[in-house]
């Protein structure tokens, strides 16, 4: 077991609680900055994360997705709603899109705010995230992807396309893939599922390879 700690606190009383043994190796770092890739693979991720870089540090890990199986996290009650949500739940935008484009993501258990000391003002959730042995839908070029789905959720009151051009995207390029693939005018990002952020990437790509913009 590996276990990583930034509080110095936490350390010390780790190391005084935990007896020493070859099983068990505890590094004092930060989990955003640690080099994952230096861990000897595969291996399964247990963490309650820091509820104020949670959401870049799952990110982190999913790129190393290939070397962990599993992943069981704390997190806020909110973030992991938005992990789990669907397209037309209310916590539905990029977070979902990209976990689960990666990832099967189910939530455990609840944690109530009861549970810890001191006690916060939020509850938590556990979930479980499974990487998947490829992306669940094919897209031509990943970064790409992933640029289109932040973009369509950093406008969340405006329509697709132009939030997409508040992004930096062509609005010609965006209305004619829009049409390409049978999106109406009035979508807003949130109305997407999965597949359709992809065949939209997909199409804006092309156009955009084509164009000499990507």
């Keep these: 077991m590996v276990g990583i700690e930034i509080d110095r606190h936490l350390v010390q009383r780790l190391r005084e609680e935990i007896p020493a043994t070859p099983r068990f190796h505890l590094i004092?770092?930060?989990?955003l900055r640690f080099p994952?890739?230096?861990v000897q693979g595969p291996y399964k991720v247990v963490a309650n994360l820091p509820y104020y870089i949670a959401t870049p540090l799952l990110f982190r890990l999913l790129e190393e997705?290939?070397?962990?199986?599993?992943?069981?996290?704390?997190?806020?009650?909110?973030?992991a709603n938005r992990m789990a949500a669907s397209v037309g739940d209310e916590g539905y935008g990029a977070l979902s899109v990209i976990?689960?484009?990666y990832a099967d993501v189910r939530k455990a258990f609840p944690v109530l705010?009861?549970?810890f000391r001191p006690r916060p003002k939020i509850d938590s959730c556990v979930v479980t995230i499974t990487p998947l042995p490829a992306a669940r839908t094919p897209v031509l070029n990943e970064p790409y992807f992933l640029k289109v789905v932040k973009g369509a959720f950093a406008y969340r009151r405006k329509r697709l396309a132009n939030a997409l051009f508040h992004a930096g995207f062509p609005l010609l390029e965006i209305?004619?893939?829009?049409?390409?693939?049978?999106l109406v005018p009035t979508r807003r990002g949130e109305t997407l599922s999965l597949g359709e952020f992809a065949s939209l990437a997909n199409v804006l790509f092309l156009q955009g390879t084509k164009n000499g913009l990507t």
């Design 113 to 115: 705010r009861a549970c």
């Design 65 to 79: 997705r290939d070397h962990i199986p599993l992943m069981v996290l704390m997190l806020q009650k909110e973030v």
């Design 99 to 101: 976990v689960q484009f």
């Design 36 to 38: 994952y890739q230096e």
């Design 175 to 182: 209305e004619t893939a829009m049409r390409e693939i049978g």
């Design 28 to 31: 004092e770092a930060e989990a």
